[in-house]
């Protein structure tokens, strides 16, 4: 893992075989209770994961800000008070945050080509399993970079809090102009179409709270998907509580 | 016949491509969608007959797959079966002897560049017995238009994955029936809800694929 800071950012480049990858996860995230899953599939994954080092670049990091201010459920950030219009739910969890951290990561495009020649070839089940590795290698990585932060906080006696992201738990997904207005400009190679949509698609953004006060909640609680496999990932989780 | 249609039809819902495919290990060696349609034209059984096996091979799939009884992988294998069983039929596609239910033009939405999503849509519909017009990602309105005009009579399917590009479904829509009032206008997407959908002026949603093939059938029927 690579690393370069300044006072308030941090970037880090990182290898695919940093992250762990587990086909077990990624079959389970793909929907199927253990033992369930037809066998080509882990055999298939395992290629994949075998092959796809080379064509992933993962980028990541984050801007760590300590002039924060509550107007309701806007965050305020920096000296030009830019306001983050996070809602109610994130507001709720973030309220007691000392500083935040602004974060984005991406594995570059590589892996999306990838899985897109394969389709276009008609091999959608390969093309399919080559995106879910890439989807899941990104928030792997972006976790990673938690990881680091949260042990550098530890350090200090603070916590973190999850990673809130635009898009989710009632943060407009138009509020990633705002959110990168406030990273250096294109942050670890990630720019923003009119739409919001980052490029490349294998990326995520988002804040984490840091503060004495900050705990890490299951966000599938806040999300009314009630088909989405993460959210069964989260009732499993619930049931072994 | 109707054991034709059973076998082919098993061959589809599993994901038996051809006699060499490993996948799935019970159906080792045996022969696949691709050859058992090859027999059945040699055997001269109707064509249509090897459209019959798709759509209830895909029928059973799809609907696995909407109780989540099967997922996107198993979807992916029948639909690949599929193709190596319609590849055959193309000439008679092309002289009209075996005849499609409709056409879906589909498309992700301008604004937008996720594809897999539509993609599962394209092979469901099109393995439910219907002519799929794939126009790919990010598509404006004056393609759709254009894809209207090429295919007179035909469906429009939207789909988009963020709900920042999903409002670019309003304007496509308004102008599409401006322009061809009677076409009927599908929408999904993971954000994408029924009350979105009768929001914005759509004539049908559904949240999965085979949904999208209960609808067409209903518009075709
Ligand atoms: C015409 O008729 C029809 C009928 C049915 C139709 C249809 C058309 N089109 C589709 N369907 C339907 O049939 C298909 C088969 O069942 C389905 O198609 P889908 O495309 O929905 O399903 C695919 C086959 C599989 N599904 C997927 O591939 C998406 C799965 C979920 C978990 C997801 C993933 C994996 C990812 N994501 Co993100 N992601 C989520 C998704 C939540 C979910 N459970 O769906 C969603 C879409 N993501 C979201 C968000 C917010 C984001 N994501 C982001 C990032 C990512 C990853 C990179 C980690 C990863 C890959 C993304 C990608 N597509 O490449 C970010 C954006 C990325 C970018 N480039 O800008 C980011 C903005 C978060 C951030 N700030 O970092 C949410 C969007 C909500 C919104 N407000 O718009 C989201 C719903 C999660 C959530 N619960 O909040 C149906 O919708």
Same mark, same amino acid.
């Given at each position: ?18 992250? *762990? ?45 300590? *002039? ?174 | ?18 006699? *060499? ?109 219907? *002519? ?90």
């Amino acid at each position: 893992m690579i690393r370069s800071t300044t006072a308030e950012i941090a970037e880090f480049s990182l290898s695919f075989d940093e992250i *762990e990858h587990d086909p077990a996860g990624l079959i389970a995230l793909l929907g199927y209770r253990d033992g369930e899953a037809p066998e080509l599939l882990r055999t298939v994954l395992e290629e994949i994961i075998s092959d796809a080092g080379d064509r992933c670049h993962i980028r990541g990091g984050y801007r760590h800000i300590s *002039e924060i201010e509550w107007r309701e459920t806007d965050l305020c950030l920096g000296r030009d008070k830019m306001a983050l219009a996070t809602g109610k739910i994130i507001a709720d969890e973030l309220q007691r945050a000392e500083s935040v951290a602004l974060f984005a990561c991406t594995i570059g495009t590589g892996l999306e080509t990838w899985s897109k020649r394969l389709m276009n070839d008609g091999d959608f089940f390969a093309g399919y399993l080559v995106d879910a590795v890439a989807s899941l290698t990104v928030e792997s990585a972006m976790q990673k970079i938690q990881d680091y932060l949260e042990r550098e906080q530890q350090d200090k006696g603070l916590r973190i809090s999850n990673c809130y992201s635009p898009g989710n738990c009632g943060w407009p997904v138009t509020e990633q102009h705002k959110l990168f207005s406030l990273l250096p400009d294109n942050f670890c190679g990630i720019t923003l179409t009119d739409s919001s949509l980052m490029l490349p698609i294998k990326s995520v953004s988002g804040i984490i709270g840091i503060g004495p006060a900050m705990r890490k909640v299951n966000t599938c609680q806040f999300c009314d998907m009630k088909r989405c496999v993460y959210r069964r990932r989260f009732e499993k989780s619930k049931q072994e509580i | 016949m109707s054991d034709f249609v059973e076998q082919l039809a098993l061959c589809v819902e599993r994901g038996k491509v051809n006699k *060499e495919s490993l996948y799935p290990p019970d159906l080792k060696g045996q022969d696949g969608a691709d050859e058992l349609a090859k027999q059945a034209l040699e055997r001269g059984l109707q064509p249509d007959t090897i459209l019959k096996g798709c759509i209830l091979g895909m029928d059973r799939i799809g609907s696995k797959f909407s109780q989540n009884k099967a997922f996107v992988p198993e979807l992916l294998m029948a639909a690949k079966a599929m193709t190596a069983a319609m590849d055959h039929l193309k000439p008679f596609f092309q002289s009209g002897e075996v005849k499609r239910k409709g056409t879906l033009i589909i498309g992700t939405i301008a604004g937008d560049l996720h594809d897999i999503g539509k993609n599962l849509v394209a092979m469901v519909v099109e393995g439910g017995g219907f *002519e799929v017009v794939d126009l790919g990602t990010d598509v404006s309105t004056e393609k759709f238009l254009a894809a209207i005009e090429a295919h007179p009579g035909s469906i429009v399917g939207m789909s988009a994955l963020l709900t920042t590009t999903m409002v670019n479904m309003e304007s496509a829509i308004r102008a599409i029936k401006e322009k061809y009032p009677d076409t009927m206008v599908l929408v999904g997407g993971a954000p994408v809800t029924q009350q979105f959908a009768d929001r914005i002026g759509a004539d049908g949603y559904s949240p999965d694929p085979q949904g999208a093939v209960a609808i067409l059938n209903k518009k075709v029927a």
